[in-house]
Structure formats: structure tokens, C-alpha cells
């Protein structure tokens, strides 16, 4: 079993910044892609961001050149740092995690989801 502690969410106004943050914690060989999604209200649910093990990230047209992810290996953990926030970044964020278990099986988990509001 896998746990996703996700953190960093909150209110922030046009312009400002926000940092979001991802635990992976259990039963873990090795993670391969750790990744940001979003769901904004109505809208389906779209990538935001992805890492691999190696470093290669890849992002969304639309928060090119303003959000960049991160991870720390030892700390199973993904980054999302988060720039000049438009309000239609206004979202649930989720991240995800694709992992390789003790037994050698791959999983794919989903953590719970952090609200993200972007207002004046």
C-alpha cells in the first residue's frame, strides 16, 4: 500500500505564487513518474506536469515558462512551484505517481487533491 500526502494548496491573488508538495510513503521498490494534474470545475481533468526518475520534465502549454516541477528522490517527493498564477489556474491539483512495489509490480496512485483558488 502507497499513502500521497499532498500539501500547499490555498488562496492566493493574480500574480502570485504558490508552492504544492507530494509525499509518497509505504510499501515503495521505486517510483517512476511523479505528475500534476488539474480539474477545474466542469472541465475534465488535464496534466499539468511530469518527472521522471531521470529528471525529464514536461509541462502544459499553458503553464509553460511559469510553473516548474521538482522532486526529491530520498524524500519520495514531487514539487509543483507554482508562478504568476492566472485565475483560470483556479483547480483541484492532484498529484500521481506511478511506482514499482516490493514485489516488483507496478501501481499507479493518486493523491487526495488540494484546492488551489486563484482571486482577488
Known amino acids: 500500500q502507497v499513502q500521497l500526502v499532498e500539501s500547499g494548496g490555498g488562496l492566493v491573488q493574480p500574480g502570485g505564487s504558490l508552492r504544492l508538495s507530494c509525499a509518497a510513503s509505504?510499501?515503495?521498490?521505486?517510483?517512476?513518474?511523479m505528475a500534476w494534474y488539474r480539474q477545474a470545475p466542469g472541465k475534465q481533468r488535464e496534466l499539468v506536469a511530469d518527472?521522471?526518475?531521470?529528471?525529464?520534465?514536461n509541462y502544459a502549454d499553458s503553464v509553460k515558462g511559469r510553473f516548474t516541477i521538482s522532486r526529491d528522490n530520498a524524500k519520495r517527493t514531487v514539487y509543483l512551484q507554482m508562478n504568476s498564477l492566472k485565475p483560470e489556474d483556479t483547480a483541484v491539483y492532484s498529484c500521481?505517481?506511478?511506482?514499482?512495489?516490493?514485489?516488483?509490480?507496478?501501481?499507479?496512485?493518486w493523491g487526495q487533491g488540494t484546492q488551489v483558488t486563484v482571486s482577488s
Open positions: 500521481y505517481v506511478d511506482v514499482v512495489g516490493l514485489t516488483g509490480i507496478k501501481y499507479r496512485y
Open positions: 518527472i521522471t526518475s531521470g529528471g525529464t520534465t
Open positions: 509505504g510499501r515503495i521498490f521505486s517510483i517512476n513518474v
